[in-house]
């Protein structure tokens, strides 16, 4: 598309934390290389009863977006009202929200009902939550029926959109890689001399909030297995625990693996989060279910191959044997089998260059192509 089109992103960027608002940060670069981009972000994401966690890092601006509007105060119906106005006035070809979650919803059937007449796109990077709630299908079919593209990362995510608007316009898309966490560009044996890790030790990753759907539980479990075939191994758990730390902890001991699990918790900055990633052979998300993870595009953006469940749409974005492996959900038994096949047959180089063969697929090229797509429809 050579003609320049004027574009308003919405979503978290930042100071906010986390996958949702780096992943805006990046879509709004890629769409301004083209594209007349105005970012609207908010004034007020989470109110602190809802949400009572520092929501903010200042720690890193390198996903910062220059002249971004903290307009919009999502449990305040006239600054949305007032908001929407402001977004009208820009004249725009296309706004393209960002959807993860039904708290949101009073305040984008707002937004895009005062928006009428303008091309309305959502980036769905969950159709629903992750931890479901009554009443949570019905927020997000009264909201998400007001977008005229939607955009969806995983086949689940597709079905679950096609389930609350069956004429759904939609484009199934990759989650592109995050390789903005490259800050130094560090070598595994920089890393490693950081993290004060052996070079010859074969290190583990469980990266992210751990949640109990993301089954860490079956990981730890599955150390005992893993430290008995392959002797001198790591494995680095590195998130917020929230307020769940001493059941692991105790899992851990429990298991007899306290000495071969390393547990590094609380947020992680930005610019924190090369060096685990660089001193791992191999990530693991032994999730018990997902629609999608960044922590694997993570991963790739630093050319390491992952171990994933077969659960939501990861297996999409692994391919079996190639870029990592495909494991049955809820089994320690199969995620020491993965990790003992990769480390005793040598896979680390393979599967590096499988993954550099994939790029394209995984590039935000892909994403602008698909925005552009639907402001041509």
Known sequence: MDEKKKIVLVGPVYPYKGGISHYTGMLYRALAKKHDVTMVSYKMQYPKFLFKKE??????????????????NTANPFNIIATALKIRALKPDMVVIQWWHPYFAPCYMILTWLLKGIKVAYV???????????MDKLLTRLTLKSGDHYTVQSALDARDLLSIKPDAKFCQTQLPTFNAFKFKDMSKEEAREILQIPADQKVLLFFGFVREYKGLKYLIQAMPGIKKKLGNVKLLVVGDFGDDKDQYMELIE????GDVVETVGGYIPDREVEKYFAASDLVVLPYISATQSAVVQIAYGFTKPVIVTDVGGLPEVVNDGE?????KSESAAELAKATVKFFDEEKAEEFAVHIKEEEYK???DR???????????
């Open 362 to 364: 995984f590039s935000w």
């Open 124 to 134: 769905c990077h969950n159709v629903f939550p992750h931890e479901r709630f009554p």
């Open 367 to 377: 994403i602008v192509e698909v925005m552009e797509g639907f402001l041509q429809s």
């Open 323 to 327: 870029t990592g492996y495909v494991v």
């Open 254 to 257: 429990k298991c007899g693996v």
């Open 55 to 72: 929501q903010r890092d200042y720690s890193n601006d390198s996903f910062k977006v220059e002249d971004t509007n903290y307009w919009l």
